[in-house]
């Protein structure tokens, strides 16, 4: 009822936007739908076929000389954005679609934010959460838009939400039953100025928790503690670092919840110990969400990771291979390297952004050679040699990088692609250059 008769502008007919406007339109709205690209002929003429007026190849401000009772934005689209400024002038609601998928979804929410982890932590609760049969649905950054979602759910699933801070910024009255915020680093400063900005995005997870909600929260985090601090909910704290009596924490090797001893860390399948604050966290909320024990071991014992992010491909006779193509950055690879005690081969490289790569220095103890390809390459080479790294070999591209490292490995050494840069000198996306790896190492075998 929130949407029948309201006349509602969507800027940006991205796959979030586009959903946006069909849900609305079945929701009774008067929906216009404006891009700066023209969509193709099919996408017209269903637009035009459920009633739906496109304004396309540019950002008229006049349009919202009528009247909107709501804008809804596509998540990338900054707020110095000429529409939505003369929105928010005009005192019109700016929204996202998550903001849709709360309002119209009849299923408790698992919210998870955080500057690093999201994905690999709403996957993780997924997974228990469908061993333990509480029937969960999973939606939002990771990439199934939250309001399609939120249409077939029922009161009797649970939408396990990842939700990024360009979503967050644009809710209303958005409330997860579960909300976690795992982490605040730097990050989007250019979308949001500043980290205090970015940081308040992330909070908004909290803004309308009542004290019949959980909020999970980092305790190792001062900035997630203080975020938190606004929250009515009951606060559900994990820590890697500082055993605790309440929440999820790790002491005496093992993962506990409250004082139960979920599981040892040695049976835990997923690599790096950036990797265990996931984990707890997604403890906290499983065992929240109603899981049990078994099917939260189950799943730790055997999951090893999600595409791209640490994963784990394939042993061949006795070397590993691992498949961190989402490390974009020298942070990512220094918690990558951080995860393994054995020798490693290191696949690394990509596009220059000016920086150089000296922060690596110290994680290259038990580095035995560097591969690299790309524009960085010879960054990354010069930073080996300085840390006497011996076997250093330059190559045209990831799978020649695979083929070498196999050639110059050892039974018991780790092949790790964790390329610290972006891929967009060579690769359209990271996922293609991992891609491109795990079909590599799947011909090596």
Partial sequence: MMYNGKKVFVLGLAKSGWAAAKRLRELGADVVVNDRNEPSEQQKRELEALGIRLVCGGHPLELLDEPFDFVVKNPGIPYTNELVQKALDKHIPVITEVEIAYETSEAPIIGITGS??????????????????????????IGTVACEVAKQATKDDVIVMELSSFQLLGTIRFRPHIAVLLNIFDAHLDYHGTKEAYAEAKGNIFKNQTETDYAVVNADDPIVMQLAEKSRAQKVPFSAKTPLSYGATVKEGAIYF????????????????????????????????????????????????????????????????????KATNILATQKALSAFHEPVILLAGGLDRGNEFDELLPYLNHVKAVITFGQT????????????????????????????????SSPGDVILLSPACASWDQYKTFEQRGDMFVHAVHKLK
């Avoid at 055997?302 to 394939?314: E, I, N």
């Fill in 258 to 325: 409250h004082d139960e001893r979920i599981i040892d860390i040695q049976d835990v399948a997923l690599r790096g110990a950036h990797n265990i604050e996931n984990i707890l966290a997604a403890v906290v909320a499983t065992k929240l969400a109603g899981a049990d024990n078994d099917s939260i071991c189950r799943v730790l014992t055997t999951f090893t990771g999600v595409p791209h992010r640490l994963q784990f491909v394939a042993e061949i006779n006795g070397r590993k291979f691992y498949n961190d193509s």
């Fill in 116 to 141: 690093n982890g999201k994905t690999t932590t709403t996957t993780l609760i997924f997974h228990i959460l469908q061993e333990a049969k509480r029937r969960p649905l999973i939606a939002g950054n």
């Fill in 377 to 408: 390459a010879p960054k990354i080479e010069r930073v080996a040699r300085e840390a006497g790294i011996q076997q250093v070999k330059r190559v045209d591209n990831v799978e020649q990088a695979a083929f070498a490292a196999y050639e110059w």
